[in-house]
């Protein structure tokens, strides 16, 4: 049995569809040798087919334009420096939009988790009332924060400081900094955990309350 094309649809047209998509598969296997060897110009001719697609396919989740642009400088970043790694003869599209995927799970995981983190500490201190009053008092909490922050590395320093100390905006620290808003929020994030996991050799209370008083700038 033949099926009959739509009146609007010719077999030349066709025809021109798969040569097209042929010719688009030859291109981009021809720009992915070109990566491979190191060549610049082929980079950047990927970087710029893919760039809208890939962002607006981040922003769904993300929400932030800032976030889905950051997210996709990294993934290209990682492109660049795994490019010997690329396989030209599988397609590239999945290879890039799978990174990107990770890459925004990643950072979902990372908000949701310095949030929860948050709400933890606030909630445990609403409990704790004269007791950190009593036996604390906010120069001893800047001292074992000040030993605390000696373990950071200093980029880490420097961003948590930048965040908490001089209430900047993840976005402003990276324009100051020249780095991305996703490295500042996983800079924030690797040093909320160093401090927490320093401030455990103390009571709970005690290291929460600290953490606290530096999430939420209580003390300068």
Same mark, same amino acid.
Not at 118 to 137: L, M
Not at 145 to 164: E, G, M, P, W, Y
Not at 191 to 215: G, M, P
């Given at each position: 049995?033949?099926?009959?094309?739509?009146?609007?649809?010719?077999?030349?047209?066709?025809?021109?569809?798969?040569?097209?998509?042929?010719?688009?598969?030859?291109?981009?296997?021809?720009?992915?040798?070109?990566?491979?060897?190191?060549?610049?110009?082929?980079?950047?001719?990927?970087?710029?087919?893919?760039?809208?697609?890939?962002?607006?396919?981040?922003? #769904?989740?993300?929400?932030?334009?800032?976030?889905?642009?950051?997210?996709?400088?990294?993934?290209?970043?990682?492109?660049?420096?795994?490019?010997?790694?690329?396989?030209?003869?599988?397609?590239?599209?999945?290879?890039?939009?799978?990174?990107?995927?990770?890459?925004? *799970?990643?950072?979902?995981?990372?908000?949701?988790?310095?949030?929860?983190?948050?709400?933890?500490?606030?909630?445990?201190?609403?409990?704790?009332?004269?007791?950190?009053?009593?036996?604390?008092?906010?120069?001893?909490?800047?001292?074992?924060?000040?030993?605390?922050?000696?373990?950071?590395?200093?980029?880490?320093?420097?961003?948590?400081? *930048?965040?908490?100390?001089?209430?900047?905006?993840?976005?402003?620290?990276?324009? #100051?900094?020249?780095?991305?808003?996703?490295?500042?929020?996983?800079?924030?994030?690797?040093?909320?955990?160093?401090?927490?996991?320093?401030?455990?050799?103390?009571?709970?209370?005690?290291?929460?309350?600290?953490?606290?008083?530096?999430?939420?700038?209580?003390?300068?």
């Amino acid at each position: 049995m033949q099926l009959s094309l739509p009146t609007s649809v010719s077999a030349e047209s066709c025809k021109s569809i798969n040569n097209n998509m042929r010719d688009k598969i030859e291109l981009e296997k021809k720009l992915l040798d070109n990566l491979i060897s190191g060549d610049k110009a082929a980079f950047c001719e990927l970087y710029a087919s893919y760039k809208q697609g890939l962002i607006y396919f981040a922003m #769904k989740f993300l929400k932030s334009r800032d976030f889905a642009e950051d997210i996709f400088q990294d993934a290209f970043t990682s492109v660049w420096q795994n490019r010997r790694f690329i396989d030209p003869n599988a397609p590239f599209a999945p290879y890039i939009y799978t990174i990107v995927k990770n890459r925004t *799970l990643n950072l979902l995981g990372s908000i949701e988790k310095e949030e929860k983190l948050k709400a933890a500490i606030i909630k445990k201190s609403i409990n704790v009332g004269n007791y950190t009053e009593d036996q604390t008092t906010h120069a001893d909490l800047n001292l074992i924060i000040d030993r605390a922050l000696r373990n950071l590395t200093q980029q880490q320093s420097l961003v948590f400081n *930048l965040s908490r100390k001089e209430m900047m905006s993840h976005q402003e620290i990276a324009a #100051k900094l020249n780095i991305s808003v996703n490295t500042v929020q996983k800079h924030i994030s690797a040093s909320l955990k160093l401090i927490r996991r320093h401030l455990s050799k103390h009571a709970d209370i005690y290291a929460d309350i600290a953490i606290l008083i530096y999430c939420t700038s209580l003390s300068k």
